[in-house]
């Protein structure tokens, strides 16, 4: 069973360059969350999907907008990149179960790199 | 607003010593409480999680956390610490007025050294 797979594993980008980051949720989950951790802080709540549509937003700027696929995988997408946005880029899934919905399960994440 | 602590950046145990991480959260309501591990070039791995219920909860590899509520605290034990224990240790809340599993609060996280 494939946990939440994402990629690009390493991305270089130059400031003002858009740039895509994707991810598959573990199998049988229907919610993907985004976070940004950069280097030596917590990670940080980006966005939530669920059901193709944004559910709820951290303290990010309009450059930052996702989308959610109907088979539940997700893209992250940032606009007019700055050099501030270098960051690891985490994913997480979780699961309409009940018992396990309050568990959020993270992919290995995207490292960006903006130069 | 919720937010939890995480007051130390390092903690630094002998192999077989018993270890502890510290965390303490802020909320309104009761708190949903989570512990994650990062290991180099990883993402965040699941160790526990209190909702409610027994105050001592048991996790993954060994990890045990216990929930004070007159604290305001949820520290990460374990009673003999192993060499491959060595991380990032992130200590996390969830709104639990949110009926999806929502937003996770994270903490500025505490770098485990364990020492031979």
């Known amino acids: 069973d494939a946990g939440v797979t994402q990629s690009p594993t390493h991305l270089i980008k130059t400031r003002g360059q858009q740039v895509t980051l994707r991810c598959s949720p573990k199998?049988?989950?229907?919610?993907v969350s985004w976070y940004q951790q950069a280097l030596g802080q917590g990670p940080q709540f980006i966005f939530q999907?669920?059901?193709?549509?944004?559910?709820q937003r951290g303290n990010f700027p309009d450059r930052f907008s996702g989308h959610q696929f109907p088979n539940y995988s997700s893209e992250l997408n940032v606009n007019a990149l700055l050099l501030g946005d270098s960051a690891l880029y985490l994913c997480?899934?979780?699961?309409?179960?009940?018992?396990?919905?309050?568990?959020?399960?993270f992919g290995a994440g995207t490292r960006l790199s903006v130069l | 607003a919720q937010s939890v602590a995480q007051p130390e950046d390092q903690v630094n145990v002998a192999e077989g010593n018993p270890l502890t991480v510290k965390c303490t959260y802020s909320?309104?309501?009761?708190?949903?409480l989570f512990w994650y591990v990062q290991y180099p070039n990883r993402g965040l791995q699941f160790l526990l999680k209190?909702?409610?219920?027994?105050?001592l909860v048991k996790g993954s590899y060994g990890f045990e956390a216990e929930f004070n509520k007159s604290q305001t605290s949820f520290h990460l034990k374990k009673p003999s610490a192993l060499v491959s224990d060595s991380a990032l240790y992130f200590c996390?809340?969830?709104?639990?007025?949110?009926?999806?599993?929502?937003?996770?609060?994270f903490g500025s996280g505490t770098r485990l050294s364990i020492r031979p």
């Open positions: 199998s049988g989950h229907d919610t």
């Open positions: 209190y909702i409610t219920g027994d105050n």
């Open positions: 997480a899934s979780s699961s309409p179960s009940v018992r396990s919905k309050n568990i959020q399960y």
């Open positions: 999907y669920y059901e193709e549509e944004e559910r």
């Open positions: 909320v309104s309501g009761n708190p949903y």
């Open positions: 996390a809340v969830r709104d639990p007025l949110y009926s999806s599993a929502s937003k996770i609060i």
